[in-house]
């Protein structure tokens, strides 16, 4: 769906006062009417050209998986302007949050080894009103089970910070107290680490959730496991977050999924810990979820004793838990279809 500016660029093109931008809004975002006939506030003419002109979705449903206990819900999607695919997740927690997981690219060009969706490679970027649309098709769907939208994130195929401008644009609707209302501190951008996207989210006016994934304390490693890092290596992502975090008075979160194996062990623990040791951050360690990859999960304990470790260092440290894996819907595990 448009965000409030364009509306009122088209309404002002077809002779239409501006403020009927924000009654269109009121009437999707407040009182849940998803069919612009419906309109009653808005005059014959304008429901009528917006119902032939303007969609009100982007992306239409094209497949839906759910797990037994109802807690996820992964939907295909196509894009209406060229059909291509794209996924997008949500999650009901036990908490009461409802998380929303969206797509800003269809693929993706960063080719992390472990993922599914940097399998599929990359067909183009989003645009901002294809992402938002994957929240508003959520918010439409619970309507009658009175659940709002409580939290998006970032973290569905593509980098977001490789579609930096749509994104963003997507994050001030999204934020938009006339649209979405969801608050700019339950909405967490995850990038791979392009250095550039994370120096420019500095100077954003908006209190955004940063994650990174590391998935590596060592530059060789990473560069295995995240070919990205050969153009943003080790020690100019760390500069590019330690200024974030100093600039924003804000807390990093560094992803880390657990690759039996491979990045699990304990002497990686503590070169993650000398890494992030005194740094304003949170770890989170993802528990792998299978894809087709010869990766496979780290062992339950040898999570533990990684956690354990990252401890010493008085590095804030969680485990994931992981839902979704039943039906693909689980991180890196995204693709189309």
Not at 304 to 329: C, H, N, W
């Amino acid at each position: 769906m448009k965000d409030y500016k364009e509306f009122v660029e088209i309404f002002e093109r077809v002779g239409h006062p501006p403020f009927r931008a924000r009654q269109l809004l009121n009437d999707v975002f407040n009182r849940g009417v998803a069919d612009f006939r419906e309109m009653k506030n808005l005059p014959v003419s304008l429901r009528d050209f917006l119902d032939e002109k303007v969609p009100l979705l982007s992306i239409e449903e094209k497949k839906v998986s759910v797990t037994p206990d109802g807690s996820v819900k992964k939907v295909l999607f196509g894009c209406q302007k060229d059909g291509k695919k794209i996924e997008s997740v949500l999650m009901r927690f036990k908490d009461g949050r409802r998380t929303v997981c969206v797509s800003s690219q269809v693929g993706c060009n960063v080719k992390c080894k472990f993922c599914a969706t940097g399998q599929m490679g990359f067909k183009r970027n989003l645009t901002y009103e294809e992402i938002a649309d994957q929240v508003l098709y959520f918010i439409l769907d619970l309507k009658d089970y009175s659940e709002p939208i409580t939290n998006v994130v970032f973290m569905g195929m593509g980098e977001p910070f490789n579609n930096y401008e749509e994104v963003m644009r997507a994050v001030r609707h999204l934020n938009d107290a006339r649209a979405f209302n969801v608050g700019a501190r339950n909405i967490t951008l995850s990038t791979s680490g392009i250095v550039p996207g994370i120096l420019s989210l500095i100077e954003e006016d908006l209190q955004v959730g940063l994650a990174v994934s590391l998935h590596a304390p060592l530059q060789d490693l990473r560069e295995e496991l995240v070919p990205i890092a050969k153009k943003y290596p080790l020690t100019d992502l760390m500069e590019a977050t330690q200024k974030y975090i100093r600039e924003t008075h804000r807390r990093v979160t560094y992803e880390y999924v657990m690759l039996a194996g491979v990045n699990d062990k304990p002497v990686l623990a503590h070169e993650l810990g000398k890494l992030l040791k005194g740094q304003l951050c949170h770890v989170n360690l993802i528990p792998y979820n299978a894809t087709d990859t010869i990766y496979r999960c780290s062992r339950k304990k040898a999570i533990e004793d990684f956690k354990e470790i990252l401890e010493t260092y008085r590095v804030p440290v969680t485990v994931r838990v992981s839902l979704g894996q039943g039906i693909d819907a689980a991180c890196g595990q995204l693709a189309n279809g």
